[in-house]
């Protein structure tokens, strides 16, 4: 009840980085004065990738003391200077160098599912962050697909809540899965999105409004969103959350180092088999580095932590750090995200605003008669003139039509769903021919469709539709495509069918941790980042009762 109360007022505990920023500029605050470490200093801990898991590592046990020192791939954001409103300019965002794709559905990486520097994926991600259902744990018991998790929801339970202060997050009082409140208020809803709200209300489909990690409001010296439109090309206002505003200036307040512009190239172990710390290749330098660390938590997503593993050969483990079961780099899961947009009369200007700003999970669990296991999501969201082209060529049209189309942009509102592709042992990341600017295999993501999957599309593709004809639109257009990654680490209660334990540590050596989304063993339909900020906040939990050298 006294939340409920003070919702939008409650600060979040231990975490000060609200407060850290500066009011008058975006910079991370605390960058040119943080602690530098050297190579042959071991650390109390080397984080590899410095987006939602690995920011909320650091932050962490940095408060705990902990010496910490997290290498990135990519650079240090200045928002003011790096980040523009314009969806061309913003590329630089994402982690776009050489992977190779391959499978019978291939899934283009970049924009929508990969992020590179200081803030990862979130700073360039919508700000939708659901939680994943009590029923995501434990999918095999329940339906008989996929995999059961060897924790349960309660134990996140707490974490979700923790983050979301954090973030914060804003929205309705959600019904579904486990229902609960956020901490901000819900934002107001765009004409665009009450459309959308409309249709579903007449098919009988719930919608509440977020919940998006976007300040209503004020938060320390984060200011109130102003609904320019640019969530997915970095907020330079501040009041999207990404770890850059919301873990990294405590972490670094409190002695962490970001090294950025560090690419690692291999975990190392010492005689005895553990990990002794990570190599990498610091931006300029042709030599190969090694940061010293007595533990190793590797944060770098679903396609570049496997990478990083099977790179990681050693003696012992001849096809990869941790392959010996061949589990390295499997159950590689995407979402599926059909987006469906309708033409109506009047300007709706789906730009304004956040791009989810009204969401249904209605169809989130298991239904037999819709004749497929588990479900979908639902959401509006706001392609921008670009991303509108390429709806419009997916669908066929060139020159005179598609520039009628992008003449016709500000009459347009969009609907999307996000299905929960089940786990396959066969879509899985390899190590490719191809080698990068450092001379290292670059990684190799192999994807294809179960039949199940098809279902579920092909059902949720309908239900977008028929939401935007119950509301009136007078033309829809449809594009097929894919988000998210999750992922290629997956956790279990053994390695033949897993790679970490219930703790996120990895079975072959006991000091080599794995914080990111590539631990999910399944997705849910819910955005994944939230899940692995609360994942990394039970790790350090669990890390922060154990001395550092353990």
């Not at 650390?43 to 997290?70: E, K, M, P, T, Y």
């Not at 803030?119 to 991600?125: A, K, R």
């Not at 119950?470 to 033949?496: E, F, N």
Request: glycine share 10%; proline share 7%.
């Amino acid at each position: 009840m006294k939340r409920r109360l003070l919702r939008g007022s409650l600060a979040p505990p231990e975490n000060d980085s609200r407060s850290l920023l500066d009011a008058q500029r975006r910079d991370l605050p605390g960058e040119a004065t943080m602690r530098r470490y050297r190579d042959d200093d071991e650390v109390d801990v080397c984080v590899v990738g410095a987006g939602a898991g690995g920011s909320v590592l650091a932050q962490r046990l940095a408060r705990r003391g902990w010496s910490v020192v997290v290498l990135e791939a990519g650079p240090f954001w200045h928002p003011d200077r790096d980040w523009v409103s314009d969806e061309a300019g913003s590329h630089h965002l994402y982690w776009t160098e050489r992977r190779v794709i391959g499978g019978t559905d291939p899934v283009e990486l970049g924009k929508n599912n990969s992020g590179r520097g200081v803030g990862g994926s979130m700073v360039h991600f919508a700000g939708y962050v659901p939680r994943f259902h009590p029923s995501d744990f434990c999918t095999r018991t329940l339906d008989g697909v996929g995999a059961d998790w060897p924790l349960r929801y309660p134990e996140l339970a707490a974490h979700y809540e923790r983050v979301e202060l954090e973030l914060p997050v804003a929205g309705q009082h959600w019904p579904w899965g486990d229902p609960h409140d956020y901490p901000h208020a819900p934002h107001p809803v765009s004409q665009a999105a009450q459309v959308v709200w409309r249709g579903a209300e007449r098919l009988g489909i719930r919608m509440r409004v977020g919940p998006v990690a976007i300040v209503n409001g004020t938060f320390g010296n984060r200011p109130h969103c102003i609904y320019r439109g640019f969530c997915l090309q970095g907020c330079k206002v501040g009041a999207k959350a990404s770890p850059l505003v919301t873990h990294l200036p405590d972490a670094l307040a409190h002695g962490a180092e970001i090294r950025a512009d560090c690419m690692a190239s291999r975990v190392v172990l010492d005689s005895s088999g553990r990990a002794s710390g990570v190599s990498y290749f610091a931006r300029g330098e042709l030599a190969e580095r090694r940061q010293r660390a007595r533990l190793v938590a590797l944060a770098c997503y679903s396609i570049e932590t496997p990478r990083l593993l099977l790179n990681s050969a050693a003696p012992g483990f001849p096809g990869g750090l941790c392959n010996n079961e061949d589990q390295v780099g499997r159950y590689v899961m995407v979402q599926g995200a059909t987006q469906s947009a309708g033409r109506f009369p009047d300007e709706l200007r789906m730009y304004k605003g956040p791009p989810p700003e009204v969401s249904s999970e209605d169809f989130y669990e298991t239904d037999p008669g819709r004749g497929f296991a588990r479900g979908f999501s639902i959401q509006t969201v706001s392609p921008l003139p670009i991303g509108w082209a390429e709806h419009v060529a997916a669908e066929g049209h060139w020159g005179r039509g598609l520039r009628e189309y992008m003449r016709d942009y500000n009459h347009w509102t969009t609907v999307g769903v996000l299905n929960e592709f089940l786990p396959q042992a066969e879509n899985r990341v390899t190590l490719a021919d191809d080698r990068d600017a450092h001379g290292l295999p670059v990684a190799r993501f192999d994807h294809g469709l179960g039949e199940n999957d098809r279902a579920n599309q092909e059902y949720s593709g309908r239900i977008a539709r028929h939401i935007l004809e119950a509301a009136g639109a007078q033309d829809v257009l449809t594009i097929r495509r894919y988000a998210h990654l999750i992922g290629g680490a997956r956790m279990g209660t053994a390695p033949d069918h897993s790679v970490v334990d219930r703790w996120q540590r990895t079975w072959a050596v006991e000091n080599l941790y794995i914080a990111d989304g590539s631990v999910c063993p399944t997705q849910g339909s819910a955005n994944p980042a939230l899940t692995i900020m609360a994942l990394a906040s039970r790790l350090a939990e669990h890390l922060a009762g154990r001395p550092p050298a353990a």
